[in-house]
């Protein structure tokens, strides 16, 4: 059973709090035990506030949710918080608390860390943000996670966050830290081409099913070198959903017979002698 | 032979199956007027030029002088107006307004006529908030030597203003030539519907949701650090900013500032063109998204002159990570056509190739469905005298009631969606013949 809660304007207005919810939650145990999936969603005005004062409660409310599988902080639409405006805070904790979770889902990078980053179960990390710092990116491939099978990172653009470069990401390519990693993500990227070449004949890809480069400004530059690599021919997926190159590229992707997803074509935007290029989450 | 063409005129003003449609001619919402008409067997309608109409009052003349060269000309034309024979129901003359936007002659025509120098029978009556009704203003020789400029918002507190005055007269004249027809919609409804603020306030005092207002805003002098203040002051953070008298996403805003770091976001369709000796307004294709706070002030503190409509930001409910909102078209006694419009961004409206899909195929339960009908419905029988409207309907992410964000009196040009088997026009004209005619 999936549980969602969320704090919207109105109610963080008249005084609900996450934290009374949580140990509402939790004030009948039996129930808690179908628990599979929690999301947090808007933890009242995200854009104004971290969720601190309801990660205690949070934490007392694990070992009452022995079933849960999977945990979602931060699952807001542009709607109710735009992402790169969403205050995260240290959650490194929270996912120590909660040894019995395999995937952790994370919505907004501003004030994001994840400290200590050790979890001997856990086969999903996913962050979706406007702009990854390097800070985390160094925390996560610091960090100890023997489990974990798939990884997508929303890197961003520097405007919303994101203050690395390509090689800030280099190590996730060719010193990947993570042994049984069968899916790689490093998506939504304003350096997307940069990526893609330097991921062609990575590494880590002889370890990889699928390589997840969507979201981001690819163009024809990086497919080139992507289309050109054997390591490439070898994944059982390619995700390039989302992405500038043109329509021969896309041509030459399906004579390959690859599975490769080139759905979502963008338009470059010509401003001028500019041309300009977003990821998706930037928008 | 002999017959006169007056004679003639007058035989089809009694005739059983009459319709007068106020319009711009050969566009798609005329075309599908009369292709309504044909599928049910009526005869054509008399259309009526806006840009005649503003010519009319312009010199002077009369609705009955108008009609009957009308008549006159479209009985020689293509479009021979028949005077059918057999009808099987007991019709009277209906009367239809339809849209007069786009068409830059009769756009230059509203704003002359809105000028405090226009000529003619003028009449501000039907204007909802007459002291509220001023923008930058210009003499109606001025609006006259306007040249088109694409996308364009040309002068729209003084525009409103004429087309309120086109209303009144239309409104007098035919209740003086033709007391037996019944306007469709209203025309003093559609003076209210189309401006957001007296809307909202007709709306609100009637018990039907609409969302909140930022309050102490009303007015035309209210400008960006007004708007900023009342923020600041009761607690809300984000809001959609209207141009008051706005169509589909024309003059709409989606504001929002981060009360920690202080960083504003503009999402909207408006664009400033730097490139003459004053700056002006456009619509652009496609939504910008700004970021710096001078054009942000820019922007706000312009549609504050011409005057604005101000409400909280509902967090609209999403699908498939997309947020949405529903238009929704009723007739008086029932609801029809409903198309739900999906966007990435807070603006869903149709124009910006955003993608919609019937309600019937989205994730809405029969339970939502009815409750959208039942309060659009709510919000068209605050106007007694309107027969249909297209209703935009945001459902709250929060999964409580739904609200009215927009009435639209010319809402119903919607392609490729039926509804009982009919197009809108089709429905509405059917809806019509069922429960107004004997």
Redesign the interface.
């Known amino acids: 059973m999936e549980v969602k809660f969320s704090v919207d304007y109105d109610q963080n207005e008249k005084g609900v709090r996450l934290k009374d919810l949580i140990t509402g939650l939790v004030s009948d145990p039996e129930p808690c035990r179908g628990i599979t999936s929690l999301i947090i969603g808007d933890w009242g005005a995200a854009y104004e506030d971290t969720m601190d004062d309801a990660i205690p409660a949070l934490i007392e409310a694990s070992p009452l949710l022995p079933n849960l599988k999977s945990l979602y902080i931060g699952d807001m639409s542009s709607e109710e918080c735009e992402v790169s405006w969403i205050n995260q805070t240290n959650l490194g904790p929270l996912l120590a608390a909660y040894p019995q979770i395999e995937s952790f889902t994370i919505q907004g990078s501003t004030g994001l860390s994840l400290e200590p980053l050790h979890h001997d179960k856990l086969h999903t990390l996913t962050i979706i943000c406007g702009g990854l710092p390097k800070s985390v990116l160094n925390e996560i491939y610091n960090a100890h996670l023997p489990e974990l099978t798939t990884l997508t990172l929303y890197l961003g653009v520097e405007d919303y966050g994101f203050d690395g470069s390509i090689e800030d990401i280099l190590p996730f390519l060719n010193q990947n830290p993570f042994p049984k990693l069968k899916y790689l993500g490093l998506t939504d990227s304003e350096i997307q081409d940069e990526i893609a070449i330097a991921a062609a004949n990575a590494p880590v890809l002889e370890q990889l099913d699928t390589l997840d480069l969507s979201n981001g400004t690819l163009s024809d530059k990086g497919a080139e070198a992507l289309i050109n690599s054997d390591a490439v021919k070898k994944l059982k997926h390619l995700n390039l959903n989302y992405h500038y190159m043109s329509d021969t590229m896309i041509k030459r992707w399906k004579d390959t017979g690859l599975s490769v997803d080139t759905g979502d074509q963008q338009e470059v935007d010509e401003d001028g002698e500019y041309e300009w290029r977003y990821p998706a989450l930037t928008e | 032979m002999n017959r006169s063409p007056s004679s003639s005129y007058q035989q089809w003003l009694a005739s059983a199956s009459a319709c007068i449609l106020f319009g711009n001619p050969n566009n798609k919402r005329t075309a599908g007027w009369q292709q309504a008409r044909a599928h049910h067997h009526l005869s054509s309608a008399l259309v009526v030029p806006y840009i005649r109409i503003l010519h009319t009052i312009r010199v002077g003349e009369s609705l009955d002088d108008l009609l009957q060269a009308v008549f006159q000309r479209q009985s020689h034309q293509s479009h021979p107006i028949e005077v059918a024979s057999s009808i099987s129901h007991q019709v009277p003359l209906l009367l239809r307004l339809d849209a007069p936007g786009d068409h830059f002659a009769v756009e230059r025509e509203l704003i002359a006529l809105g000028a405090s120098d226009a000529e003619g029978d003028i009449d501000d009556r039907l204007v909802p908030l007459d002291a509220y009704t001023v923008g930058h203003l210009i003499s109606a020789t001025e609006a006259r030597r306007l040249q088109p400029q694409h996308g364009r918002i040309w002068y729209p507190a003084q525009w409103f203003r004429g087309y309120c005055r086109l209303l009144s007269w239309l409104q007098r004249e035919v209740s003086i030539l033709l007391p037996q027809a019944q306007w469709m919609n209203d025309p003093a409804d559609i003076a209210v519907m189309f401006d957001k603020r007296r809307c909202h306030q007709w709306l609100h005092a009637a018990g039907v949701a609409v969302p909140p207002l930022v309050p102490d805003l009303l007015g035309q002098q209210s400008n960006y650090e007004q708007l900023r203040l009342s923020m600041e002051q009761h607690?809300i953070?984000?809001v959609f900013i209207k141009l008051f008298c706005g169509s589909a996403a024309s003059g709409v805003i989606a504001y929002?500032y981060?009360?920690?770091?202080g960083?504003e976001?503009a999402t909207t369709t408006i664009g400033i063109d730097h490139s003459g000796h004053e700056p002006f307004y456009y619509n652009s294709g496609r939504l910008r998204?700004y970021t710096d706070s001078a054009t942000i002030v820019q922007i706000i503190d312009w549609l504050g002159r011409e005057g604005m409509h101000v409400e909280?930001?509902i967090?609209?409910d999403?699908w498939q990570?997309k947020?949405y909102d529903i238009r929704q078209l009723v007739c008086r006694y029932e609801s029809g056509h409903a198309v739900m419009r999906l966007s990435?961004?807070?603006i869903t409206n149709l124009h910006l190739r955003n993608e919609r899909l019937l309600v019937d195929q989205s994730h809405l339960s029969a339970e939502q469905v009815l409750q959208i009908q039942h309060i659009a419905s709510a919000g068209l029988h605050c106007f007694p005298n309107s027969f249909c409207a297209g209703i935009d309907v945001l459902v709250?992410?929060?999964g409580g009631h739904p609200y009215i964000i927009d009435m639209n009196p010319f809402g119903d040009l919607l392609y490729y969606v039926e509804h009982q088997g009919l197009g809108t026009y089709a429905w509405e004209l059917q809806q019509w013949l069922e429960h107004e005619c004997i």
């Open positions: 607690r953070y984000r929002q981060n009360p920690r770091t960083a976001i998204r909280r930001w967090s609209k999403s990570n947020a990435h961004t807070p709250p992410s929060s």
